[in-house]
């Protein structure tokens, strides 16, 4: 599965989920412009004496407030929405069935330039595709062999290969957080 498809995916699933916080900011941002307006006509009532300038400047700095408060919480909405969208890419990565999380592994692996050393995966990973992985990586032309760590890493998904000193980090959250500035600008325009 290419990097498209998975951004495609991204983007379906980051779609659906922006509709629902929008419109729960919108509705948020209703209540806040309503209430702001009611706060300006008791200030209007209560200040009646007053000249009329000094009673628009009150109504129009309430407003204001209000709009700004309600811009912050649709940014915030829209922070949340492409960080839910990083995080499915993710979970979606990592629920692929066995053999087609093994390809997507291998094609990771593929990028690495050493050979040899310990892949290390998480517990559920390690069980699941482990064996089956390290025999494909082993299978290719490699001189250097490829070993099951017996570390475990934290990660949710994708590997960290060890080989002496040199460690990489090829973990789903490492992967998904390299692309993560380009497509945020990408997956905002296209909810948003």
Do not use: P, W
Not at 91 to 107: M, P, S, T, V, W
């Amino acid at each position: 599965m290419s990097i498209q498809d998975i951004t495609g995916k991204i983007l379906d699933d980051a779609k659906e989920h922006a509709e629902k916080i929008m419109t729960q900011a919108k509705n948020q941002e209703t209540s806040i412009l309503e209430s702001a307006n009611k706060q300006a006509e008791n200030i209007l009532k209560s200040y009646a004496e007053k000249s009329q300038a000094d009673t628009e400047i009150i109504k129009n700095r309430k407003i204001s407030v209000a709009e700004l408060e309600s811009r912050k919480i649709k940014l915030g909405a829209r922070q949340k929405a492409v960080a839910i969208a990083f995080d499915k890419a993710i979970d979606k990565i990592a629920g692929f069935q066995d053999d087609e999380y093994i390809d997507f592994l291998l094609a990771m692996y593929a990028e690495v330039t050493i050979e040899g050393g310990e892949i290390c995966l998480n517990e559920k990973d390690r069980q699941r595709v482990g064996e089956k992985l390290v025999a494909k990586i082993n299978d290719g032309s490699q001189k250097e062999q490829v070993k099951l760590s017996e570390d475990k890493i934290s990660a949710r998904g994708g590997f960290i290969l060890k080989k002496g000193f040199i460690e990489i980090n090829a973990t789903l959250e490492t992967l998904v957080n390299s692309v993560k500035e380009d497509a945020t600008g990408q997956i905002a325009e296209i909810l948003f």
